[in-house]
């Protein structure tokens, strides 16, 4: 099955840029959808298609995805953007779903 | 806008088989669109998908759980439902159901389920 792979954890101090990456075999030939999810929430969508915004997610937010690693950039990093990251892609072959393990941001 | 409300029992024993209703509202649950997902989280982990039924019935299981999983959709009454069997404590979780979309997820807001005699 298909494997997507996400650094457990990434520290960044506000204002800065954090780049949480999310890899897979030749996944720039699929779509990727990111998802942040706070403590006790369920999962929001913030990126789909690979770099396209739901109405609502702030500019701060971008994606990107090319070979074997896709990319969610956030830009001007604030206290609230702490929460887990998800990448998530799906196979429309099989019709299965896969996420990768998480990423949990720190803002410092 | 759309909602979708899972129910069901917030513990349930070893051994027993779980069975989740997922309840939508403020969209078609018809559609040739859509495909709608299970997905679990255990407490302190991450994203597990279990399966998606889509508007035909026909089905679509994490090989994971695949000997023990069953789900299924009553357009009548707009709702999805997930029966997993055999349940252990490593089941404990959250567990969400979601509309699958050209590959993304519409989450519910999930029901912790805890598997304990």
């Known amino acids: 099955s298909y494997v997507l792979t996400q650094p457990p954890s990434v520290s960044v101090a506000p204002g800065q840029t954090a780049r949480l990456t999310c890899g897979g075999n030749?996944?720039?030939?699929?779509?990727v959808h990111w998802y942040q999810q706070r403590p006790g929430q369920a999962p929001v969508l913030i990126i789909y298609?690979?770099?396209d915004r739901p109405s609502g997610i702030p500019e701060r937010f971008s994606g990107s995805n090319s070979g074997n690693t896709a990319t969610l950039t956030i830009t001007s990093v604030e206290a609230g953007d702490e929460a887990d990251y998800y990448c998530?892609?799906?196979?429309?072959?099989?019709?299965?779903?896969?996420f990768g393990g998480g990423t949990k941001l720190t803002v410092l | 806008q759309l909602q979708l409300q899972e129910s069901g029992p917030g513990l349930v024993k070893p051994s027993e088989t779980l069975s989740l209703t997922c309840s939508v509202s403020?969209?078609?649950?018809?559609?040739?669109?859509?495909?709608w997902a299970w997905i679990r989280q255990p407490p302190g982990e991450g994203l597990e998908w279990i399966g998606s039924?889509?508007?035909?019935?026909?089905?679509y299981y994490n090989p994971f759980f695949q000997s023990r999983v069953s789900m299924s959709m009553d357009t009548s009454t707009k709702q999805i439902s997930l029966r997993l069997s055999s349940m252990t404590a490593a089941d404990t979780g959250v567990y969400y159901c979601?509309?699958?979309?050209?590959?993304?997820?519409?989450w519910g807001q999930g029901l912790l389920v805890t598997v304990s005699a």
């Open positions: 298609y690979n770099s």
């Open positions: 403020g969209g078609s649950i018809s559609s040739n669109l859509y495909y």
């Open positions: 979601a509309r699958l979309f050209s590959g993304w997820l519409y």
């Open positions: 030749d996944i720039g030939r699929k779509n």
């Open positions: 039924v889509y508007y035909t019935g026909s089905t």
């Open positions: 998530q892609v799906w196979d429309n072959v099989s019709d299965h779903v896969m």
